[in-house]
């Protein structure tokens, strides 16, 4: 019986663990997380960052005399970030202007633990890629906690983290930016055309904003509203399946001990 125990105490273990675990994000959470337009607004060019060489740079270091993209989101990231960059590289190919020359490029992470070693990576692929055009003009950047809040709350960037997957949720688009650091636009999703890419650089390059874009709601996140509800039941059926294991288990421990009982000493 002294076995029976020792798997009693363990399922009991198990299965309170799961009580203590991090919750996912609820739905009511993935609802907030959106891009909250803010057209003509000016970006505080204090704001302290760090580059992808380890040099702490003032946000202001990268206004002045062209008009910027920048993108918010994390290079760890492993959904919509990499299809983000990749899209806006693509469209930048495409383009006339060229980074580095008529605008620059601004990536900030919103994870404060991303080093700019993991920055100056992903600067060498994204320049390698785009293949024209002066690296100087490519800005990947990490910062604190404060700096990343600050910054996302002037952009209207609205995201979370999600403790249980060790995963950021957040929107997907591209802000652009005026000389002096006003929004001059919006683009969202992962893809975009030459055209709409054009038209908001030149109107930013004359300090003119763009009406609010059309709202899409592409969140950068394995757990969304529909899938999470797959994503629960999935977890059940293991857990379930987990405990009918055990208690095979169990009666295996059981029967053993009975048989080790009924021996002759």
């Known amino acids: 019986m002294k076995g029976i125990r020792i798997l009693f105490i363990f399922i009991v273990l198990w299965l309170g663990s799961f009580s203590g675990r991090a919750k996912p994000l609820s739905d009511e959470d993935l609802m907030q997380i959106q891009f909250v337009q803010k057209v003509n607004s000016q970006i505080r060019p204090d704001l302290i960052f760090r580059d992808e060489t380890g040099n702490r740079v003032q946000l202001g270091s990268v206004f002045g005399k062209k008009p910027v993209i920048m993108m918010l989101g994390y290079y760890g990231c492993p959904m919509l970030c990499t299809l983000v960059l990749n899209g806006a590289v693509k469209t930048f190919q495409d383009l006339k202007w060229t980074v580095g020359d008529q605008f620059d490029v601004v990536f900030v992470s919103i994870d404060p633990n991303e080093t700019p070693i993991l920055a100056d990576e992903k600067k060498r692929m994204y320049v390698r890629s785009y293949g024209r055009g002066r690296a100087e003009g490519w800005h990947f950047l990490t910062g ?98 987990g405990v009918i294991t055990l208690a095979i288990l169990a009666a295996v421990f059981a029967l053993s001990d009975r048989r080790q009982s009924e021996k002759p000493r």
Request: aromatic share 10%; net charge positive; proline share 5%.
């Open 144 to 241: 604190d906690t404060n700096s990343i809040q600050a910054l996302a709350k002037e952009v209207g960037f609205r995201f979370a983290y999600d403790s249980s997957s060790g995963q950021f949720a957040h929107p997907s688009g591209l802000i652009v930016l005026s000389p002096q650091g006003k929004i001059a636009g919006y683009l969202f999703g992962v893809t975009y055309s030459a055209a709409e890419i054009n038209a908001a650089l030149r109107n930013a390059a004359v300090e003119k904003a763009a009406p609010s874009a059309a709202p899409l709601s592409l969140l950068c996140f394995h757990y969304t509203p529909l899938t999470g509800k797959y994503g629960h039941l999935v977890m059940a059926v293991v857990r379930v399946s």
